[in-house]
């Protein structure tokens, strides 16, 4: 082939690229725009305690699928990182009656800590491997919360108080409180996806697909994962020590195993790999919870159900296969 005619190849498919990320990037925008109307118009629509539970679930759900759909790293002990942020964020509140944002902000750097700790010794495995040892490690932390004075045992930690943002601000009341959830979502969901499209998301996308490869290429897969685990676990904390903020409650619900397959659940259902698809997924099994909770033991059944529907007919999650139609990345 001549040289001429590979650099004209070349170039079209630059071109061709150029205008496929900017197409993606009018839609990301415009899904932006969507996601920021609901949050300023549904506290007058919805229950505000509901819509917190939302955005709490929808972080930590976006900080899962930052790790296996972008790092390719399946875990089944986030809810210890989740669940503990929890007892962090309620014991700094309520023993040491620190303000709700430094509260939180000690739970996230606990869980930071558990993270690196916990990574360093589960990144060196593989496949369920990996999964496994991420599982006991959650476990763990469930037996420490379930016979430690410290976090209530069964009870868990109770009647958290909010205090005052900054020592001025009373956040006493859900209405108050929700535009600080609605913040720490923005900040925290804008984080990942600014993650997602720097460099190191680059690489991330690079190991996903061809581990061997990025290795031959001399990139320190074993740093990327374990960067990526500590920051999964961070962002997963952030949420789950908001959540106890909103419900002045952290219990051994949140720290379960469960928690880590409905948080699994929700990545599949909104589109594993995408950006906005955990945030489908977190909407759909919330609302489940909530409006279908007088059916007891049969929301897990119809869980399931949604589930298998997803699974045939969407195989890419929801907003997956909605970007397929579109022919763009949501």
């Not at 390719?72 to 669940?83: I, K, P, Q, T």
């Not at 004075?149 to 868990?156: F, L």
């Not at 594993?272 to 955990?278: D, E, N, R």
Request: hydrophobic share 55%; proline share 3%; with cysteine.
């Amino acid at each position: 082939m001549p040289a001429n005619t590979i650099v004209e190849t070349g170039t079209s498919m630059d071109l061709q690229g150029a205008q496929d990320n900017a197409k993606s990037f009018r839609y990301q925008l415009i899904a932006f725009a969507l996601v920021a109307a609901f949050i300023l118009i549904a506290p007058q629509f919805l229950y505000p305690v509901f819509v917190m539970k939302l955005l709490c679930f929808a972080l930590f759900a976006a900080a899962f699928n930052l790790m296996l759909g972008f790092g390719g790293l399946l875990s089944f002990g986030h809810a210890a990182f989740f669940g503990g942020a929890g007892y962090a964020a309620g014991h700094a509140a309520k023993i040491w009656g620190l303000p709700p944002e430094v509260s939180i902000i000690f739970a996230v750097f606990v869980t930071i800590l558990l993270g690196a700790v916990f990574g360093f010794l589960a990144i060196k495995s593989r496949g369920i491997y990996f999964a496994m040892i991420t599982l006991s490690f959650a476990q763990m932390v469930y037996f420490y919360a379930l016979q430690s004075p410290v976090t209530g045992g069964e009870d868990g930690l109770q009647s958290i108080p909010r205090n005052h943002l900054f020592g001025l601000i009373d956040m006493s009341s859900d209405q108050s409180f929700y535009w600080m959830v609605a913040v720490i979502f923005a900040l925290g969901f804008l984080f990942v996806y600014r993650v997602i499209h720097s460099p190191f998301g680059e690489v991330l996308k690079g190991i996903r697909e061809n581990e061997p490869r990025m290795i031959s290429l001399g990139y320190q897969v074993q740093r990327y994962k374990l960067l990526t685990f500590i920051i999964s676990a961070g962002v997963s904390g952030l949420a789950g020590g908001t959540k106890a903020m909103v419900f002045h409650l952290a219990s051994l619900v949140d720290v379960h195993w469960t928690m880590s397959g409905e948080v699994v659940l929700m990545t599949l259902i909104g589109g594993m790999g995408t950006i906005f698809g955990p945030i489908i997924g977190a909407a759909v099994v919330v609302t489940m919870q909530n409006y279908l909770a007088n059916l007891g033991s049969m929301v897990l059944i119809i869980q399931g159900g949604v589930f298998i529907i997803c699974v045939l007919i969407f195989r890419k999650g929801i907003v997956g296969v909605i970007g397929s139609w579109l022919k763009v990345r949501l």
